[in-house]
């Protein structure tokens, strides 16, 4: 028994386990489709959690250099999953909202955070100015890539063969662009590709949490669990956006990256609360490009090959979500310094955007 509590103690987000057993009997029983979307969103956050944990160990086992690469395919494997389900289903926009809240939610709620709590513990806090800088940039053109086929559909004013085929290339150049990243981050380990994963900085020989056959049946079993609870998760959305009146853009923005990748965001606030800012925001940034430029070009191919074709169209809101989101994060990183009250600037704008999109009608 000490044993269970003690793994509770290091693993809390475990006892959201308890959600899966909860899920299969919402659905079995019929307890109405709100009931299985909680339940099945509770229940991805542990199985998020430990694909991290698994990745984590087998990057122990491979070497900071294949380690960053696993981190890199793996880191958001939760939300690419909840997203594939998604386009199974048709919920296309859906799948857009996710991509623009996965960027905005490392940028502003993640980096935020972390910037609160670490200011608050330890006043100002440094890290590294010049990646900082290269983290702009890269975001900047991330972004813009992003939004080039949504200029181009809006002064064509429809929906033509020429805007698919335009996310085809634009998608082709991203992912290039991500490849030269890992090829550099195999060379330099401070790539901004990627991020190695999290240590403590007091121990340099960190016993991980799992061997490495472990590691791999772990990953194995978390991922099927997130492919069944994304099935259950997604048959539920449209039930609940019509039943609470809810806009199906929140859902995508606020709540799906959320789930996905909550494990994820608690390390970055935990590791700025040890005064490590430098990880802290290369854990936030580096998730955000490797949505920006392998997730959502990947995405466009294979709905592609699913006969559900996805292209890099976005509303003008999500657009003015995602460009705010870069600008307030360089103009915060360039000097490569935070404090607590950047940190709630970054919040507020969030929690603004929210409330923005929580308003957005239905339809």
């Not at 959690?49 to 990057?59: H, N, V």
């Not at 623009?100 to 200011?119: A, C, E, K, R, W």
């Amino acid at each position: 028994m000490k044993k269970v509590w003690a793994y509770i103690k290091k693993n809390p987000l475990s006892l959201l386990l308890i959600a899966l057993p909860l899920a299969l009997l919402a659905e079995l029983l019929h307890w109405g489709a709100l009931w299985v979307f909680i339940f099945s969103a509770l229940g991805v956050v542990p199985m998020a959690s430990y694909i991290g944990s698994a990745t984590e160990a087998l990057a122990h086992y491979t070497g900071p250099k294949i380690g960053g690469l696993l981190n890199a395919t793996l880191g958001n494997a939760a939300e690419l999953i909840i997203t594939l389900v998604a386009i199974k289903a048709g919920l296309l926009e859906l799948v857009k909202a996710s991509i623009t809240g996965s960027i905005i939610g490392n940028l502003l709620l993640v980096m935020g955070l972390s910037m609160v709590i670490g200011g608050a513990r330890h006043g100002l806090q440094s890290f590294d100015r010049r990646q900082s800088t290269n983290h702009a940039i890269l975001l900047t053109l991330a972004i813009l890539a992003l939004a080039i086929p949504s200029f181009f559909n809006h002064f064509i004013a429809e929906y033509s063969p020429e805007v698919e085929g335009l996310s085809l290339g634009v998608s082709v150049v991203m992912i290039l662009l991500y490849g030269l990243g890992i090829l550099y981050s195999l060379k330099f380990n401070n790539s901004p590709m990627t991020h190695t994963p999290p240590v403590d900085h007091g121990k340099n020989h960190v016993k991980p949490e799992y061997t490495i056959w472990q590691a791999v049946l772990v990953l194995a079993l978390a991922t099927a669990g997130v492919v069944w609870l994304s099935e259950l998760l997604v048959g539920a959305v449209e039930v609940v956006v019509a039943d609470l009146g809810m806009s199906e853009f929140f859902l995508g923005i606020i709540l799906i990256p959320i789930i996905g990748n909550v494990a994820e965001h608690l390390v970055a606030v935990q590791v700025a609360a040890r005064n490590h800012m430098d990880l802290s925001v290369e854990i936030a940034v580096s998730s955000s490009l490797q949505i920006a430029l392998f997730v959502a070009p990947l995405l466009v191919f294979i709905s592609l090959m699913m006969g559900n074709p996805l292209t890099l169209v976005f509303n003008p809101f999500e657009l003015v979500a995602l460009g705010a989101a870069v600008v307030i994060t360089a103009l915060v990183c360039f000097d490569g310094e935070s404090n607590w009250l950047e940190g709630a600037a970054l919040l507020s704008i969030y929690l603004i955007l929210g409330l923005a999109f929580f308003m957005m009608p239905v339809g």
